[in-house]
């Protein structure tokens, strides 16, 4: 019987994980090192290192054959997925929902306000010791909307909140009803984009949302509108997201871009209105602890033969 866990985390520092010796685990760890810790046909349980890219998180996974659970560390599985086609029916695939959604809405706020009220161009003028003074959009009064009503979208409607917009319009695959009001479904963003202030971007990449926000969807945006990006770089045409802010006619705040990470002199950095971060919506102080305790939380599970939390989807089914 094979016991295997890998962990990117060692063992002892993750409070509340069952202990190995009673719950007939084996605790490995591996972070994406050139050398995998064990025989990788022994792992049941693998929890795919964080941040380190679709090669490293998928290398283990054709040699994985007694593999019950892949967990990942992020609230997407893009950099998973081209490694399902390698897995027996029956794996299941979790990912770490409750671990980035406050993090993320942080920042997401935190690039629309520094975006709109100018602090880049602050910044800029105190190392040149200019007084760039002057009127600055607010969020207050503007319209807000939020393509992709996960959890994610959801946190970061909970941080809107106090600021006082006019209206915040919600988007997800498909239309539901929610305490807040609808969501509406993809098909009517046409209709939806040339109304909002601020876009949003949280969903998820699928090949449903690669390439989504095209020369159509950034056409149909209103003059002056501010597209954020915390979703992933290729739900963005980049090419066509440079020929926009090279007019001048809209402005955005990229936490993620396409390609990423975003080489030396490339147009990005330097485009007019642009902001750009480097991919840490959920790299904050708030991410190691939440992350061990789901960690925690899933391995009791396992070891308990309880249904596991955040179950994307099952292989074979």
């Known amino acids: 019987m094979t016991t295997d ?8 520092e993750i409070q509340g994980l069952p202990g190995a010796a009673d719950a007939g685990l084996t605790y490995r760890y591996w972070d994406g090192g050139p050398e995998f810790p064990a025989d990788p046909a022994d792992c049941v349980f693998y929890v795919v290192p964080y941040m380190k890219g679709t090669e490293i998180a998928v290398r283990p996974l054709s040699a994985m054959t007694s ?28 990912n770490a929902r409750g671990v980035h959604e406050a993090s993320t809405a942080e920042l997401a706020l935190t690039l629309v306000l ?13 190392r040149q010791e200019e007084w760039r003074a002057g009127f600055y959009p607010a969020l207050a009064d503007r319209s807000v909307l939020i393509v992709g009503y996960g959890s994610i979208g959801s946190a970061i409607e909970d941080r809107l909140t106090p600021f006082e917009c006019a209206r915040v319009a919600r988007v997800a695959r498909s239309a539901r009803a ?8 993809l098909a009517e963003l046409p209709s939806l984009l040339p109304q909002a202030d601020v876009v949003i971007l949280s969903t998820p990449l699928t090949e449903a949302t690669r390439g989504l926000v095209g020369a159509d969807f950034l056409a149909r945006m209103k003059d002056g509108a501010l597209l954020v990006n915390v979703a992933r770089g290729p739900v963005v045409d980049t090419k066509a997201l440079l020929a926009e802010l090279e007019s001048g006619r809209i402005t955005a ?14 147009p990005l950095w330097h485009a007019p209105g642009a902001l750009v971060s480097p991919h840490v919506g959920g790299s904050s102080s708030a991410f190691l602890p939440r992350a061990k305790r789901l960690l925690a939380a899933q391995l009791t599970r396992h070891v308990a033969g309880q249904p596991l939390d955040n179950v994307v989807l099952t292989t074979g089914s």
Do not use: M, N
């Open 67 to 94: 593999l019950r659970v892949v967990q990942t560390l992020t609230a997407g599985i893009d950099h998973v997925e081209p490694g399902i086609k390698f897995l027996a029916p029956g794996v299941e695939l979790c």
């Open 253 to 266: 705040a990229l936490d993620v871009t396409d390609p990423e990470p975003l080489p030396a002199g490339h």
């Open 178 to 185: 929610t305490e807040r009001g609808p969501v509406h479904p």
């Open 114 to 126: 520094a975006s709109l009220r100018g602090i880049p161009r602050f910044v800029e003028g105190q």
């Open 5 to 12: 866990v890998w962990l990117p985390f060692e063992a002892h």
